[in-house]
């Protein structure tokens, strides 16, 4: 036990920055913030076009950007190796790997149960009020800007 806590607490060498735990983060945290990014800006959209759908994705990417964020911070410490409070640290590493496993947690229950729920919800929403009655009252034509009385007759 004594040197797994001697590993955690010890900041790497030049040469052990990117040996196997460093290349492993480096694999699991920059692709998780790409599509992270991807997922929380246009992706979300052109993945889904149902709002509750659109929702989830959203705020699973957004715990994503988070998560995959701060790991990626404490890899670029370890690498420049400026080792600020202690940053350069693999016990960093490891609670962000750790902070990975609870978010997909969390998206997973999120899918599992509030999206069938908000989903159910929604679909009961639009059978007691239609969408469809409600476009038949519209106009589809464009708007027109109007000038006030008092300055048109002046």
């Known amino acids: 036990m004594e040197s797994l806590w001697t590993w955690l607490s010890t900041s790497p060498n030049k040469g052990e920055v990117l040996d196997a735990f460093g290349v ?20 979300a959209d052109r993945l889904a076009k149902d709002p509750v759908r659109l929702a ?9 950007l988070w998560v995959f964020g701060a790991g990626l911070f404490f890899l670029g410490v370890r690498v420049i190796q400026i080792n600020p409070l202690s940053f350069g640290e693999p ?3 490891v609670g ?5 496993i609870f978010a997909a947690a969390r998206c ?3 899918w599992r149960t509030e999206y069938p729920a908000e989903l159910a919800r929604r679909v009961s929403a639009e059978t007691i009020y239609p969408l469809t009655d409600l476009g038949s009252r ?13 300055i048109v007759r002046k």
């Open 24 to 43: 492993f983060c480096l694999l699991l945290f920059a692709p998780g913030f790409v599509a992270s990014a991807y997922l929380a800006g246009i992706g």
């Open 96 to 100: 962000s790997i750790v902070a990975v």
């Open 91 to 93: 016990k960093w590493l």
């Open 138 to 150: 519209i106009s589809g034509a464009p708007a027109r800007q109007s000038l006030p009385e008092a």
């Open 108 to 110: 997973l229950d999120w």
């Open 56 to 64: 989830g994705i959203r705020y699973c990417a957004s715990m994503g």
